[in-house]
């Protein structure tokens, strides 16, 4: 974006200039076209300072040593922050990383993309960034984790040099989170899926084993049962001669006696 006359040298963005182009354009909105019935024109000077602070998207602009000088009203919201707290200060004086997450790269990943905007002139757009913000001190002063989806854009003056860097966000952390959800319970249902074919795998086992168990069982009091049966038959003929036997060793054992008896008379 290239402005047509240099911005004021104050911390706000210019309030009286006649032509510059507003970035609250986003895919599928068209830009804002000014005329002289716009808002806050007197005459027929629009009041830009007015019409940036609530265009309908979060913005913050950034001089190229990274102080604040104008912040959107959305922005404000997004960031539970004041405007009268956060302007004239450094950008990462307002928002720190999160000092109870030592894995965050909030500020290390957003000072690289403002760099490269101040190297290259061009706009820098970053891929989802977890950048968590501090809560106001009256709620504790703690951080929240959000997610946010940025785009960097210069300001261009007409020497080419770089007036401003514009810090245009979209918060994500909704739709991140309801992602993460979604994973997660996918990732569950997986799990379920695979305890119950684990399940049902071992219910099959049990289930051959217990029929394995039940045949061996049936095959065992069968083969027992032929062989009670084979067995009767030998063993009646052997009770019969043992029978047969002890009738014979009576009788012997009469003729015996008898035979002694006649002898002793």
Not at 97 to 104: I, Q, S, T, V
């Amino acid at each position: 974006m290239v402005i047509g006359a240099p911005w004021p040298p104050d911390t706000s963005i210019g309030c009286r200039l006649r032509s510059v182009a507003i970035p609250v354009a986003s895919p599928g909105v068209p830009l804002l076209v000014l005329s002289s019935n716009v808002m806050g024109t007197h005459n027929g000077i629009v009041d830009f300072r007015a019409l940036f602070e609530s265009a309908p998207g979060c913005y913050l602009v950034l001089r190229p040593d990274l102080t604040i000088v104008a912040v959107s009203d959305a922005y404000l919201r997004a960031t539970m922050t004041r405007r009268e707290d956060i302007l004239g200060h450094h950008l990462f004086e307002v928002f720190p990383d999160n000092p109870g997450d030592p894995d965050a790269t909030g500020v290390a990943n957003l000072n690289a993309s403002l760099q490269r905007v101040l190297n290259t002139s061009t706009a820098d757009t970053m891929p989802v960034q977890k950048y968590d913000i501090r809560r106001p001190e009256a709620n504790g002063g703690t951080f929240e984790a959000r997610y946010w989806s940025p785009v960097n854009s210069p300001v261009i003056r007409p020497d080419c040099t770089i007036a401003y860097i514009i810090h245009r966000v979209e918060d994500v952390t909704e739709f991140v989170l309801l992602k993460r959800r979604d994973e997660q319970q996918a990732e569950m249902n997986e799990e379920l899926r695979r305890r119950a074919m684990k399940m049902g795998a071992e219910v099959y086992l049990r289930a051959k084993e217990r029929d394995a168990a039940e045949a061996e069982n049936r095959a065992k009091n069968d083969f027992l049962a032929m062989l009670g049966h084979e067995l009767r038959n030998p063993l009646a003929a052997i009770a019969a001669a043992s029978r047969v036997l002890t009738i014979c060793s009576r009788r012997a054992a009469s003729r015996a006696a008898r035979f002694t008896y006649r002898s002793i008379r």
